[in-house]
C-alpha cells in the first residue's frame, strides 16, 4: 500500500500488522516515542514496569547454571575418581561446545529462541542417562564430547533472549547473569561433589551425574509459559504475536506499540545497511568491526588469565593444605566471582561498560604480574607464606574479574552485534573462546606442574604480558555503549564513529 493512500492514523490505536503495513514516517513517528522512552526510563522504574522480562531472561539462563555445572563437575571428578583420564575428559565439553556452538544460530533462526531451548533441553536429558550409566571412561568421554554439543548453545541461547526481551536501562545487568549464572553452575557442583565424594559406592560418581535432571525438569516445566522473542517473531512477520509478546514482557500499564514500531524500523535500517543473516554476514564490512569486538572481549576471558585461577587450588596446596582444604578454598574463590558479578550491576547503572572493562582489565594484568615477581622470590619452597600470598592475589583477581571482564563481556557481545545476526556473532564469539580455552587446558598443565617446565606463578608473567596487549586492543576497540539503542548502535557503526567518541556521540532521529 503507498504511503499517499493512507490516511493520517494514529499507530497505538490500530492492530500490530497494521503498524508493519503503515508509512515510514508513521512507523518513524511511533519510533521515536520508543526512542525517547527508553532513554528517560530509570533502572528502578525499568524493573517495575518489566518484571515479567526479568524474570524469563533470568529462567532463559538455568540453561548456562547447566553448562557450567558439568565442566566443573567433571574437573573435581576426576580429582577424586579419574585422575589419569584428566585432560581427555577436561577437553571433551570445550570441543563439544566449539561446534555447539556455531551450531545454536540455525535453529534458532528457523524455530526461535523458545523451540531451540527446549529442543536443547530435552536433547541434554538424554545426554546425561550416558554419562550416568557410563562404566567405562571411554564411554564417558562420548558422554562428554555430545554434551558439550549442546551446552554450547545455552551459551548462545541466554544472552540472545535476555537482550531482546528487555528495555535498554535493563540489558547490561540482565545480559551480565550469564556470568553469575556460570558461578552459580560451579558452585553448586562443587557442592554436590562435596556430598557425595566420600560414598563408597558408583553413586559417588554417578550421583552428580543424576543432579543434572534437576535443571531439565524445572527448565521443561515453565518453558511452554515463555513468551517468545519479540525481535525473532517481528523477522518472521509474526507482528500480532510480536505485539503480545510484549505484552506479556511488561506490566500492564505499559503501551507496547512505539516499541514494535522502533523494532521494524532497527529491523528495516539494517536491511537497508545489509546487515544479512548469515555467518559469512558477521565477517562482512559493515559487521566486521562489530564481529571484532564480540570476538577479543569474549577471548580476552582467558588470555587475561582466568585458567592460572584454576589453579588457586595447586597454591594452597603448595602452601601445605590438605586436598580437602584446598577444595573448600576454591569453593571460596567461585564465591567471591559470585559477590563481584553482583558488584558489576551496580557499577552497570552507574558507570560505561568501557570503563568498567578496560579499568578491571588493567587491575587484572597489575595482580598476574605481582604474582609472577612473588614466584621469583629466593628459595621459594622454603616459605609457604608465599603461596598464600599468591592464592590470596588470585582470590583478588578473581573478585575483580567478577565485576569487571567476566560479566562486562556479555553485555559488550549482545550491545556490540547487529540484531540480524546477534546469534551467529555470538557464536562465533564463543567457539574462539572455547578454542583458546582447550589450548590453555592443554597447555598450562605443562606449564605449571612440578614434573615438567615447572613455572608455578611464574606462569603470571605470560598472563600479565597478555593482558596487557589486550588492555592495549581493548582502549582503541572497545566504545561505550551504555544508554544506546540497537537503532543507535547500528547508525554508530554504520558511520564508522571512532571508538572514543561513542560516548559522547550525538544521535538525532
Given at each position: 500500500?503507498?504511503?499517499?493512500?493512507?490516511k493520517?492514523?494514529?499507530?497505538?490505536?490500530?492492530?500490530?500488522?497494521?503498524?508493519?503495513?503503515?508509512?515510514i514516517?508513521?512507523?518513524?513517528?511511533?519510533?521515536?516515542?520508543?526512542?525517547?522512552?527508553?532513554?528517560?526510563?530509570?533502572?528502578?522504574?525499568?524493573?517495575?514496569?518489566?518484571?515479567?522480562?526479568?524474570?524469563?531472561?533470568?529462567?532463559?539462563?538455568?540453561?548456562?547454571?547447566?553448562?557450567?555445572?558439568?565442566?566443573?563437575?567433571?574437573?573435581?571428578?576426576?580429582?577424586?575418581?579419574?585422575?589419569?583420564?584428566?585432560?581427555?575428559?577436561?577437553?571433551?565439553?570445550p570441543?563439544?561446545?566449539?561446534?555447539?556452538a556455531?551450531?545454536?544460530?540455525?535453529?534458532?533462526?528457523?524455530?526461535?529462541?523458545?523451540?531451540?531451548?527446549?529442543?536443547?533441553?530435552?536433547?541434554?536429558?538424554?545426554?546425561?542417562?550416558?554419562?550416568?550409566?557410563?562404566?567405562?571412561?571411554?564411554?564417558?568421554?562420548?558422554?562428554?564430547?555430545?554434551?558439550?554439543?549442546?551446552?554450547?548453545?545455552?551459551?548462545?541461547?541466554?544472552?540472545?533472549?535476555?537482550?531482546?526481551?528487555?528495555?535498554?536501562?535493563?540489558?547490561?545487568?540482565?545480559?551480565?547473569?550469564?556470568?553469575?549464572?556460570?558461578?552459580?553452575?560451579?558452585?553448586?557442583?562443587?557442592?554436590?561433589?562435596?556430598?557425595?565424594?566420600?560414598?563408597?559406592?558408583?553413586?559417588?560418581?554417578?550421583?552428580?551425574?543424576?543432579?543434572?535432571?534437576?535443571?531439565?525438569?524445572?527448565?521443561?516445566?515453565?518453558?511452554?509459559?515463555?513468551?517468545?522473542?519479540?525481535?525473532?517473531?517481528?523477522?518472521?512477520?509474526?507482528?500480532?504475536?510480536?505485539?503480545k509478546?510484549?505484552?506479556?514482557?511488561?506490566?500492564?500499564?505499559?503501551?507496547?506499540?512505539?516499541?514494535?514500531?522502533?523494532?521494524?524500523?532497527?529491523?528495516?535500517?539494517?536491511?537497508?545497511?545489509?546487515?544479512?543473516?548469515?555467518?559469512?554476514?558477521?565477517?562482512?564490512?559493515?559487521?566486521?568491526?562489530?564481529?571484532?569486538i564480540?570476538?577479543?572481549?569474549?577471548?580476552?576471558q582467558?588470555?587475561?588469565?582466568?585458567?592460572?585461577?584454576?589453579?588457586?587450588?595447586?597454591?594452597?596446596?603448595?602452601?601445605?593444605?590438605?586436598?580437602?582444604?584446598?577444595?573448600?578454598?576454591?569453593?571460596?574463590?567461585?564465591?567471591c566471582g559470585?559477590?563481584?558479578?553482583?558488584?558489576?550491576?551496580?557499577?552497570?547503572?552507574?558507570?560505561?561498560?568501557?570503563?568498567?572493562?578496560?579499568g578491571?582489565?588493567?587491575?587484572?594484568?597489575?595482580?598476574?604480574?605481582?604474582i609472577?615477581?612473588i614466584?621469583?622470590?629466593?628459595?621459594?619452597?622454603?616459605?609457604?607464606?608465599?603461596?598464600?600470598?599468591?592464592?590470596?592475589?588470585?582470590?583478588?583477581?578473581?573478585?575483580?574479574?567478577?565485576?569487571?571482564?567476566?560479566?562486562?563481556?556479555?553485555?559488550?557481545?549482545?550491545?556490540a552485534?547487529?540484531t540480524?545476526?546477534?546469534?551467529?556473532?555470538?557464536?562465533?564469539?564463543?567457539?574462539?573462546?572455547?578454542?583458546?580455552?582447550i589450548?590453555?587446558?592443554?597447555?598450562?598443565?605443562?606449564?605449571?606442574?612440578?614434573?615438567?617446565?615447572?613455572?608455578?606463578?611464574?606462569?603470571?608473567?605470560?598472563?600479565?604480558g597478555?593482558a596487557?596487549?589486550?588492555?592495549?586492543?581493548?582502549?582503541?576497540?572497545?566504545?561505550?555503549?551504555?544508554?544506546?539503542?540497537?537503532?543507535?548502535?547500528?547508525?554508530?557503526?554504520?558511520?564508522?564513529?571512532?571508538?572514543?567518541?561513542?560516548?559522547?556521540?550525538?544521535?538525532?532521529?
Amino acid at each position: 500500500m503507498a504511503s499517499a493512500d493512507l490516511k493520517d492514523v494514529e499507530i497505538n490505536k490500530v492492530d500490530a500488522a497494521e503498524i508493519a503495513a503503515a508509512p515510514i514516517e508513521e512507523i518513524n513517528n511511533e519510533a521515536r516515542k520508543a526512542f525517547e522512552a527508553e532513554h528517560a526510563l530509570k533502572f528502578a522504574d525499568a524493573v517495575k514496569l518489566y518484571p515479567t522480562a526479568i524474570g524469563w531472561a533470568i529462567f532463559f539462563s538455568l540453561g548456562v547454571v547447566m553448562a557450567a555445572f558439568d565442566p566443573q563437575l567433571l574437573g573435581n571428578l576426576w580429582l577424586y575418581h579419574f585422575r589419569a583420564w584428566q585432560t581427555g575428559l577436561s577437553m571433551g565439553s570445550p570441543i563439544g561446545q566449539v561446534v555447539g556452538a556455531f551450531f545454536a544460530a540455525y535453529p534458532m533462526e528457523w524455530f526461535g529462541r523458545k523451540k531451540t531451548f527446549g529442543a536443547c533441553v530435552i536433547f541434554s536429558t538424554g545426554i546425561v542417562f550416558i554419562q550416568f550409566f557410563a562404566r567405562s571412561l571411554p564411554v564417558l568421554l562420548a558422554g562428554e564430547l555430545l554434551g558439550g554439543l549442546v551446552l554450547g548453545t545455552y551459551v548462545i541461547i541466554a544472552p540472545t533472549y535476555a537482550s531482546e526481551v528487555c528495555p535498554t536501562t535493563l540489558r547490561g545487568v540482565l545480559t551480565s547473569c550469564i556470568n553469575i549464572a556460570f558461578v552459580t553452575g560451579q558452585l553448586i557442583a562443587n557442592g554436590v561433589i562435596a556430598g557425595t565424594s566420600k560414598l563408597d559406592s558408583h553413586w559417588a560418581y554417578s550421583g552428580p551425574f543424576a543432579a543434572q535432571w534437576v535443571w531439565p525438569a524445572v527448565i521443561l516445566i515453565g518453558l511452554p509459559f515463555a513468551p517468545e522473542s519479540p525481535w525473532w517473531l517481528q523477522r518472521q512477520g509474526r507482528f500480532t504475536e510480536a505485539e503480545k509478546s510484549l505484552k506479556r514482557l511488561a506490566s500492564k500499564n505499559v503501551d507496547v506499540k512505539p516499541a514494535l514500531a522502533m523494532i521494524i524500523e532497527t529491523d528495516r535500517l539494517e536491511r537497508e545497511m545489509e546487515a544479512g543473516s548469515t555467518y559469512a554476514d558477521c565477517f562482512k564490512k559493515i559487521n566486521i568491526r562489530r564481529t571484532e569486538i564480540s570476538v577479543g572481549v569474549y577471548v580476552i576471558q582467558v588470555l587475561c588469565g582466568i585458567y592460572l585461577v584454576g589453579y588457586a587450588t595447586y597454591f594452597f596446596t603448595l602452601a601445605g593444605l590438605p586436598t580437602e582444604d584446598s577444595f573448600n578454598m576454591g569453593v571460596g574463590f567461585l564465591a567471591c566471582g559470585f559477590v563481584g558479578t553482583l558488584l558489576s550491576w551496580v557499577l552497570l547503572i552507574h558507570v560505561g561498560r568501557r570503563r568498567i572493562y578496560i579499568g578491571g582489565l588493567a587491575m587484572l594484568a597489575t595482580l598476574q604480574f605481582i604474582i609472577g615477581i612473588i614466584d621469583c622470590a629466593p628459595n621459594y619452597e622454603d616459605h609457604p607464606g608465599l603461596s598464600w600470598a599468591q592464592a590470596v592475589l588470585m582470590l583478588i583477581w578473581n573478585f575483580i574479574y567478577g565485576w569487571s571482564v567476566g560479566p562486562i563481556c556479555f553485555v559488550i557481545i549482545c550491545e556490540a552485534s547487529a540484531t540480524r545476526v546477534r546469534s551467529k556473532t555470538i557464536g562465533v564469539a564463543t567457539a574462539a573462546q572455547a578454542t583458546m580455552g582447550i589450548v590453555m587446558t592443554v597447555a598450562i598443565p605443562y606449564m605449571i606442574n612440578p614434573d615438567q617446565a615447572n613455572l608455578r606463578g611464574k606462569l603470571g608473567f605470560f598472563f600479565g604480558g597478555l593482558a596487557t596487549i589486550s588492555w592495549v586492543w581493548a582502549y582503541f576497540r572497545v566504545p561505550e555503549f551504555k544508554g544506546r539503542t540497537y537503532e543507535e548502535l547500528d547508525h554508530m557503526f554504520e558511520k564508522n564513529v571512532p571508538t572514543r567518541q561513542f560516548k559522547s556521540y550525538t544521535f538525532e532521529r
